[in-house]
């Protein structure tokens, strides 16, 4: 099967995941514990306690939804903190442990803003939180060991401060949509 069928149906399907699958988040509190980029291990219920977030689940070898969401999450961001002088702590998580090392998710996160906190950790760590959060991600095998591609939810969630879902941004909302998403988490 051509390379650029296997990453159509990719990009189809994490849409379609993400559309239906994070929407149906419980209301109880989620949070996870993971790795930063600097090596820092944080427990979200800790360093964001009290405060609305936001976490989105992709990888950096990501052909399209990852790199547009983040430019776009910036966007966001920026027009919120400009709107209110408020910014809710941005949140990307690594789907892909075995490709995305520390230096290359710090230097991808960091091209589209420096203030999303890259986080990651194990496989099983990464399927725990997965599930904490009910989203989706999932290894599409390619030619070779690292030639492949991951499946995953495509929906930014949005954590009130209580760490309950708020609200989902869709990647090319509108953004007085998504700016009134936030809000709702405040």
Known sequence: MPRWVLG???????????FWGSSSLPDDARGFELTRT??????????????????????????????????????????QESATGQRAQAVFVSVDPQRDTPERLA??????????WAVTGTQAELE?????????FQEVPGKGDDDYLVDHSAGILV???????S???RDGEALDQALATLANAY
Request: include cysteine; aromatic fraction near 14%; charge should be negative.
């Open 38 to 79: 600097d090596g820092t291990r944080i427990n979200s219920q800790d360093v964001l306690a009290g405060e609305p977030y936001v976490i989105f689940f992709g990888y950096t070898f990501c052909p399209d939804v990852c790199p547009t969401t983040l430019a776009y999450l910036s966007s966001v961001l920026d027009q």
């Open 128 to 136: 725990q939180t997965a599930r904490t959060f009910s989203v989706f």
């Open 8 to 18: 159509a149906g990719a990009v189809v399907l994490a849409f379609a995941v993400g």
């Open 107 to 116: 230097q991808y996160v960091n091209y589209f803003d420096e203030r999303i």
């Open 167 to 169: 609200g989902v941004i």
């Open 159 to 165: 954590m009130d401060d209580k760490h309950r879902l």
